[in-house]
Each structure stands twice: as structure tokens, then as C-alpha cells.
């Protein structure tokens, strides 16, 4: 990170320059509203500014000057996706069918944000109702890949893949109902976090509640736990939401994985695709580990078709999204939306029955699993970021083939996983890989991407 902009420094950079006087948020959120003004116009990864963010600043500041800063995110430039309300803003959730109403209330994750002292700069961009990965939407346009403008960023948290590569401030928050953070985080060069499921709590629910999480997105490892200790309090709106654990995420993340138990799994139920610079990341990474200390073996969980399964939830989802958006808005929806909800219209209850009793069989087989293996390590992506201006054909094939094949399953049991970046392909676009942990043990996880980053070295702003 640049030791002279504030704009590519880490939160953690920030915090500590804030500490001993020799930067201000005011100079900080100014040197990244001035990127803003430079590269978004072509980036295009906010769906709005928030227009109050010069105030959290100054007041940030006057802290700061009294020695007083209220919490572990005083003065850092944050941003916030569009599915997740903010008073004052709307949320418009990538969609025309939406309004413009701002919510009256934060969500769970974002008055957390706010408690610490974060300063909102504005809410990033999704996919419509972040049903797909091509970082587009109806109501945004399309969000470009600050590595190479001609490819996505990824989604549905593209606009928050987009900022984080462009450095536009170094903590913003995703999230993912099949690799919607773990994706874009993969093909931008960034750390990407899907904490266990009620970890960080959220309300209200949106579209894919049942498999659904909030999580940072950020450059380093250290900045998603410090992001990620902000989140995970409890919240009484969100039944599912742990009891709280005033832990900071980073305590015991220098631990490494010398002893830990790590499988290289390559089957997550059926045959995912991966690219030949994918398969050489995934190897350069488990290398990573075992010069650390870690034991590493291939191993298979022997999960059912996780393929199918998440195409029931993923489908039902969005059936019941048409179904419940007012027949003379539903030309205004993304078209792809409407044919994956097709394909459900004659499942029996039955099946969709079936789907779910299958998602808790393939969590109790991860948990045996874990009973071996501490981690796992995976692809995160089956190849490098796809084209920004391709149109979606045949979604429910791309799903498992172009987007998320390497993502859902931990959606579908609900275990943390992170994605950390181990290097360019020949094209010099990011190239990530993805660990994951046993239900609840997050702390695991950010070790073992931790670990990986350490070992790998690279550079996690775009150069632009």
C-alpha cells in the first residue's frame, strides 16, 4: 500500500496515522472522493454518495484531536451495498421495480459500522436483487473491472469488487447467497469474506434469506477481521443472529496453520469446472500451506449434488420474486430473472421439500468432514473475470459453469469461507483461491487466508 495516499492505505494504516495526528479522516475520506471523481465515472461501482459523509468525517476528526476516537473504525472510509439499508438512503437493490424512498432505518450491520466510527462514503452497486454474477443491472448499467475495464467485476457485490480494486476506501461490504462476495473478490484482487451463517445479522431479509450472509470486502486479511469485529453483533431483528462475542477478528490471526489439517478438495458434489491458471493457483496455494507447517491432502467429502440442490433454492428464490413484483412492472426486471423462475413453475412442493432435507445432508457430511480436516481448501472461481459486456444466455447453465460452481456448496451449509487473492494469470488479471472452515470456527478460516496472503505478496490495487 502507498505510504503518500490515503486512498490506498489499509484501515489499519488509517487508524494508526489518525492515531499519532499525521492524518485526519477529513484529509483520508478527501483523497477518496477525489479517486472517485476520476475513476468512477467509467468504473461505475456506486449506485449513490452519501451525501452526510464530509460531516462523519469532520466529526470523526474532532475526535481524533481529542484523543478520543469512539471505536475500531473511527474515520475509515467505508462503503455499503445496495441490498443492505441505510437511513437516509435508498435502496434500490439494482432494480427499476424499486422506488426511491430512503429507508428510515440502518440494518443490523450498518448502525455496527456506524457505532465504530466508520464513515459511510456511499452504497455500491448489485445485480438485480443479487440474482447473478455479471456485475450488471436494469437500474446501474454495467460495473466495470478496475484491472481491465473490458471484464466484469463479478457479483452480485460488483460495484463493492469495483471499489475495493479501484481503492476507493479499504473496507466495503458485500454480501452472498452463492459467492456474491467470494467472487467479485476473486476476479478484483480482494479478500472476500462469507462469515457463518447469523454471524453477522441481517434484516431485513432479501431474496435468498435461507443462504444468505453479509461480509467485508477489503485488500487485506486483516482488514476484513478488524471490518468483520464491527458486524458481528448480535441484533434482536435478526432471529438467526449469534449471541454476541465482543471479540476483535484479528486476535490469534497471526497463529499460521503449522499442525492444522487441510483438504484439497476438488469435488463439491459434481464436476466443477477450473482452468489450467486456476488449478496452478489452487496448487501454488496448498504449497503455500504446507511450507507453513500445514498437513495438505486431497480428499474428497463425497457431498451430493450440490449443483442441483442450490439450482432449487436459487430458482425458487426468484420465482417467488416475480411472483411477488407487480405484474405491470415485471417487463422492467432483468430478463433472466424470469427464466430461471420458469423452470420452477410445475415443481411440486415435494421437491423443494427434498431440496432442503439434501442442503442439511450435505452440511451434516461437511461436518464429519471437519471432524478430519480442519480446513478446506478450493477454487474460488473457474476462471478469471468474464467480459463486462456480454449478455447472460442459458443463466441456469453459467450458474455451475461460468459463475459459482466453486462458491454455493458453503452457502448451502452454511460455513464460513474466504477467498484471498495468490496471484496474476498471463493476462495480469487477479487470480484467488478459497478456504473454509467448520461451522462457526471463522477464526480458523481468516488464519488459514491469512497464512496464504503472507506467502503470496501480491499487490491488491488495481493499477489505475
Excluded at 484523543?67 to 445496495?82: M, Q
Aim: aromatic share 6%.
Amino acid at each position: 500500500m502507498s505510504d503518500t495516499d490515503p486512498a490506498l492505505m489499509t484501515a489499519e494504516t488509517l487508524l494508526g496515522l489518525y492515531a499519532r495526528r499525521a492524518l485526519s479522516p477529513v484529509e483520508a475520506l478527501q483523497a477518496v472522493t477525489e479517486r472517485v471523481a476520476r475513476l468512477n465515472p467509467w468504473v461505475n461501482a456506486f449506485a449513490c454518495m452519501n451525501p452526510r459523509s464530509h460531516i462523519a468525517a469532520g466529526e470523526s476528526a474532532q475526535r481524533w484531536a481529542a484523543g478520543r476516537p469512539i471505536g475500531l473504525l473511527d474515520g475509515v472510509p467505508t462503503t455499503v451495498k445496495d441490498l443492505v439499508n441505510m437511513a437516509g438512503l435508498p435502496t434500490r437493490r439494482g432494480s427499476r421495480t424499486t422506488d426511491a424512498t430512503p429507508a428510515t432505518e440502518d440494518a443490523p450491520l450498518v448502525m455496527g459500522l456506524k457505532a465504530e466510527g466508520a464513515v459511510i462514503i456511499g452504497k455500491t452497486t448489485t445485480t438485480e436483487f443479487g440474482w447473478k454474477t455479471p456485475g450488471d443491472c436494469p437500474l446501474h448499467g454495467i460495473t466495470r473491472n478496475p484491472w481491465n475495464r473490458d471484464r466484469t467485476p463479478g457479483g452480485s457485490s460488483a460495484g463493492a469488487g469495483a471499489a475495493g480494486a479501484a481503492s476507493f476506501g479499504p473496507l466495503h461490504l458485500g454480501t452472498d447467497a452463492g459467492g456474491s462476495i467470494r467472487i467479485p473478490a476473486a476476479w478484483c484482487g480482494l479478500v472476500g469474506v462469507k462469515p457463518s451463517f447469523g454471524r453477522i445479522p441481517q434484516w431485513p431479509h432479501g431474496a435468498f434469506s435461507g443462504v444468505a450472509c453479509a461480509g467485508p470486502m477489503t485488500r487485506t486479511v486483516r482488514d476484513a477481521a478488524l471490518m468483520m469485529s464491527a458486524m458481528a453483533r448480535f441484533d434482536a431483528r435478526d432471529p438467526y443472529a449469534l449471541p454476541d462475542d465482543r471479540r476483535d477478528w484479528r486476535d490469534g490471526i497471526e497463529q499460521g496453520v503449522a499442525g492444522l489439517r487441510v483438504a484439497l478438495v476438488r469435488n463439491l458434489g459434481f464436476a466443477a469446472p477450473l482452468d489450467a491458471e486456476g488449478e496452478d493457483a489452487l496448487v501454488a496455494a496448498a504449497r503455500m500451506l504446507e511450507a507453513q507447517g500445514a498437513i495438505v491432502e486431497e480428499a474428497d467429502p463425497g457431498l451430493p449434488d450440490t449443483s442441483a440442490i442450490f439450482g432449487r433454492v436459487w430458482g425458487v428464490a426468484l420465482s417467488r420474486l416475480v411472483a411477488s413484483t407487480p405484474p405491470e412492472k415485471r417487463a422492467l426486471l432483468d430478463a433472466g430473472i424470469e427464466e430461471v423462475a420458469r423452470r420452477q413453475d410445475d415443481m411440486p412442493a415435494t421437491d423443494f421439500l427434498g431440496a432442503e432435507m439434501l442442503r442439511i445432508e450435505a452440511a451434516h457430511i461437511m461436518a464429519r468432514f471437519h471432524q478430519r480436516y480442519d480446513l478446506i481448501l478450493t477454487a474460488s472461481t473457474p476462471t478469471a473475470a468474464i467480459g463486462a459486456d456480454q449478455p447472460t444466455i442459458r443463466a441456469w447453465e453459467a450458474l455451475w459453469r461460468d459463475w459459482a460452481p466453486w462458491t454455493f456448496a458453503f452457502n448451502l451449509t452454511r460455513q464460513p469461507a474466504i477467498t484471498v487473492p495468490v496471484g496474476l494469470d498471463e493476462a495480469g488479471m487477479p487470480r484467488g483461491v478459497q478456504v473454509a472452515a467448520a461451522l462457526y470456527r471463522d477464526d480458523l478460516a481468516f488464519r488459514a487466508a491469512r497464512a496464504i496472503e503472507v506467502a503470496a505478496s501480491v499487490a491488491t490495487a488495481a493499477p489505475v
